[in-house]
């Protein structure tokens, strides 16, 4: 039996990226969360709470690591960020290793990550595909959450590896203007990676 086919997903904000996950998770195909994850490991008694407590004892709130509180002091401390993914990403990748351990009969996964290629989690993946929309669709998607202004929008874009960039390294791209054309596209990428792996 060869192992299953792993297929990083990622994509800016406002890009789709949620929604063709479970474009992928409505044809069958298991998929792991990266930010689900994450939620997991900060959540009460959650892998990363004790480690986290460790550096930032300020950031726990009744046993759990408070987001709010840690965004706070990322944005006050350059180097905590970086403390913070010394803890963080060894516990993702162990979570990914047990999800893709967890379904050997699989041919295909799908693997959602949002800094895919930031964190260089890419190389474990097989190929890449990146969702993307132009630019003023992205902003009205965005800007249309509840409590997101213009100024939070361009930060959280400045933070991320430009749409071009990333749309250069993937091996797949998928436009996401439309669902209908957004599932027509997830579907025919499926059929065409399984049609690859059975040759």
Same mark, same amino acid.
């Given at each position: ?6 297929l ?23 998929v ?8 997991d ?5 959650g ?12 950031a726990?709130r ?9 965004k706070?002091?990322?944005?006050q ?11 963080v990403?060894p516990?993702t ?12 009969n ?11 290629f ?7 993946? *097989? ?9 003023e669709?992205?902003?009205? #998607?965005?800007?249309? #959450?509840?409590?997101?202004?213009d ?5 959280i ?5 430009? *749409? ?18 957004t ?10 990676? #399984?049609?690859?792996? *059975?040759?």
């Amino acid at each position: 039996m060869t192992r299953p086919f792993l297929l990083g997903l990622t994509g800016s904000i406002g890009m789709g990226k949620s929604t063709t996950a479970a474009m992928f998770a409505a044809e069958g195909v298991p998929v792991w969360d990266a930010d689900a994850c994450v939620h997991d490991l900060y959540a009460k008694d959650g892998a990363a709470v004790a480690p986290i407590a460790a550096v930032f004892p300020e950031a726990i709130r009744d046993g759990a690591v408070s987001r709010d509180v840690l965004k706070t002091r990322l944005a006050q401390d350059k180097q905590a960020l970086n403390r913070l993914e010394s803890i963080v990403h060894p516990l993702t990748t162990q979570s990914r290793k047990a999800f893709v351990a967890a379904h050997p009969n699989a041919d295909l996964i799908l693997l959602d990550i949002p800094l895919l290629f930031e964190t260089g989690a890419d190389q474990a993946c *097989d190929a890449t595909l990146v969702v993307t929309a132009p630019p003023e669709i992205q902003r009205a #998607r965005v800007l249309d #959450r509840p409590g997101i202004t213009d100024a939070q929008l361009d930060l959280i874009l400045s933070r991320q590896m430009p *749409d071009a960039q990333k749309r250069a390294r993937a091996t797949y791209v998928i436009e996401t203007q439309s669902l209908e054309q957004t599932h027509a596209d997830v579907r025919h990428l499926i059929a065409q990676i #399984r049609e690859t792996r *059975d040759a």
